[in-house]
C-alpha cells in the first residue's frame, strides 16, 4: 500500500494571496493526481503530475492559477493562486500504486 | 470524457437491513474499472471494492457487493447487515484502463438508522 500525507491539513486565507500544498507519499510513483472537492460536491481532477515533465491539465484548470511541482518520485506540490472565495475546496492528492491511494486532503477556506 | 451518474444524493437504511446505492456511467472504451469509494467525515477515501469491465462475475467484499450490468452501463453496490459504521458520503468512480486519473459521481451520502 501507499501512505500519503497532505500540509497543511486546513488553512484560511486571504482573498488575493497563494497557498502551496504539499503532497508526500511512501513509495515512488510515477503519476500523481490532485483533485478539488468543493462543499457538498464530488471529486474534479484537476491535473495529473508526472516526474520530470509539465502537469497536465483538466479542462476548466490552467496551470497560472494551479502551478505544479514534481520534483521527484514522493513529492509534488500544488500551489493555489491568487485566491478567492470561489476556491475554498478540499484539494486532495493521489496516487496509483496497485491500487488507487488518496491523501487525507487540505481544507482551504478563502475569506 | 467519461461521466458517472449517481442519482440518489441520499439514501438512508435501519441498521441491519440492506441498501443499494446506484451508478451509472458513459463510455465508449471497453476496458475499464469501476470503483466505490466511501468517504467518512474524516474525508479520507477508503476503496470499498472494485470491479474490472473484463469480469462477468460481479466483486463481493464481505458485506458489500455490487451489481456490474455492462450492456446497460450500471454497476450499483449493495451494502447487506448495514452497519453504524457505514454511514458515509459514497462515491462510484470509473477509471480508463490505460490512464490513472478517475471520474468521479456526485455521491450518495448514507445514514445508517440504529
Known amino acids: 500500500s501507499a501512505v500519503i500525507s497532505q500540509k497543511p491539513s486546513r488553512d484560511i486565507c486571504q482573498r488575493g494571496t497563494s497557498l502551496t500544498i504539499q503532497c508526500q507519499v511512501d513509495?515512488?510513483?510515477?503519476?500523481m493526481f490532485w483533485y478539488r472537492q468543493q462543499p457538498g460536491q464530488s471529486l474534479t481532477l484537476i491535473a495529473t503530475?508526472?516526474?520530470?515533465?509539465?502537469?497536465?491539465?483538466e479542462s476548466g484548470f490552467v496551470i497560472d492559477k494551479f502551478p505544479i511541482s514534481r520534483p521527484n518520485l514522493t513529492f509534488s506540490t500544488l500551489t493555489v493562486s491568487n485566491m478567492s472565495p470561489e476556491d475554498s475546496s478540499i484539494y486532495l492528492c493521489?496516487?496509483?500504486?496497485?491500487?488507487?491511494?488518496f491523501g487525507p486532503g487540505t481544507r482551504l477556506t478563502v475569506l | 470524457a467519461q461521466t458517472v451518474t449517481q442519482s440518489q444524493p441520499e439514501m438512508s437504511v435501519q441498521e441491519a437491513e440492506t441498501v443499494t446505492l446506484s451508478c451509472t456511467y458513459d463510455?465508449?472504451?471497453?476496458?475499464?474499472?469501476l470503483f466505490w469509494y466511501k468517504q467518512p467525515p474524516s474525508r479520507q477515501m477508503i476503496l470499498v471494492i472494485r470491479?474490472?469491465?473484463?469480469?462477468?462475475q460481479n466483486a463481493t467484499e464481505n458485506r458489500f457487493s455490487v451489481n456490474f450490468q455492462k450492456a446497460a452501463k450500471s454497476f450499483s453496490l449493495k451494502i447487506s447487515d448495514s452497519q453504524l459504521g457505514d454511514a458515509a458520503m459514497y462515491f462510484c468512480?470509473?477509471?480508463?484502463?490505460?490512464?490513472?486519473?478517475?471520474?468521479f459521481g456526485t455521491g450518495t451520502s448514507l445514514t445508517v438508522i440504529p
Open positions: 493521489s496516487v496509483n500504486y496497485n491500487e488507487q491511494f
Open positions: 513509495s515512488q510513483v510515477t503519476m
Open positions: 503530475a508526472n516526474q520530470g515533465s509539465e502537469a497536465t491539465y
Open positions: 463510455t465508449s472504451e471497453s476496458d475499464y474499472y
Open positions: 470491479q474490472e469491465a473484463y469480469k462477468q
Open positions: 468512480a470509473y477509471r480508463s484502463a490505460g490512464k490513472g486519473q478517475f471520474y
